[in-house]
T-cell receptor, first 116, second 110 residues
Framework: GAVVSQHPSWVICKSGTSVKIECRSL??????MFWYRQFPKQSLMLMAT?????????EQGVEKDKFLINHASLTLSTLTVTSAHPEDSSFYIC????????????FGNGTRLTVT | QQQVKQSPQSLIVQKGGISIINCAYE??????FPWYQQFPGKGPALLIA?????SEKKEGRFTISFNKSAKQFSLHIMDSQPGDSATYFC?????????FGAGTTVTVRA
């Protein structure tokens, strides 16, 4: 089946630095990828929709200058958390739309970000 | 504002029992209703999904019941096993943008 890979699986960074998270569709081309954030014991909240070759669409309340999304190819989308602060510590999960019209969404295994 | 309301927040079931999780939605534009299973530290995995033109769908021990007029849907886990202990999320989508319920933590006691 379709596989979505995220890297890294966990990262610790210092406050004020930036960190990049990669989301790859390993065996299919994904024109659309989605980025979610999940705080402990909470639900997944959609942050943005990433479209290959165009600007990402951000959900209300998500700072586009803080969470930079690049979808430069049909198999890779990246999320960069800029000038990270401890409140950005969370579990970031991407999903990719499968190759056919009725394909389900496939989720990556998430990236645990801790900002110290 | 959460577009999909999920209950209960948690439940405990004995091995072999039935787990039932309920969800309700308001947006009639939703046209796809999946259920996801998530283990700690992992991304959600699709369990089963249904579209609104079907009232019930069964896959193995998992069954979705869908009531379009009431705008409600539920997940039944039959013959619950300890390996089913996880958090379950219902979701609803329109054009692939998923709105998730708050999640239900299921604990299956051996």
């Amino acid at each position: 089946g379709a596989v979505v890979s995220q890297h890294p699986s966990w990262v610790i960074c210092k406050s004020g630095t930036s960190v990049k998270i990669e989301c790859r569709s390993l065996d299919f081309q994904a024109t659309t990828m989605f980025w979610y954030r999940q705080f402990p014991k909470q639900s997944l909240m959609l942050m943005a929709t990433s479209n290959e070759g165009s600007k990402a669409t951000y959900e209300q309340g998500v700072e586009k200058d803080k969470f930079l999304i690049n979808h430069a190819s049909l198999t890779l989308s990246t999320l960069t958390v800029t000038s990270a602060h401890p409140e950005d510590s969370s579990f970031y999960i991407c999903s990719a739309r499968g190759p056919t019209g009725n394909s389900p969404l496939h989720f990556g295994n998430g990236t645990r970000l801790t900002v110290t | 504002q959460q577009q999909v309301k999920q209950s209960p927040q948690s439940l405990i079931v004995q091995k072999g029992g039935i787990s039932i999780i309920n969800c309700a939605y308001e947006n009639t534009a939703f046209d796809y209703f999946p259920w996801y299973q998530q283990f700690p530290g992992k991304g959600p995995a699709l369990l089963i999904a249904i579209r609104p033109d079907v009232s019930e769908k069964k896959e193995g021990r998992f069954t979705i019941s869908f009531n379009k007029s009431a705008k409600q849907f539920s997940l039944h886990i039959m013959d619950s096993q300890p390996g089913d202990s996880a958090t379950y999320f219902c979701a609803a989508s329109n054009d692939y943008k998923l709105s998730f319920g708050a999640g239900t933590t299921v604990t299956v006691r051996a």
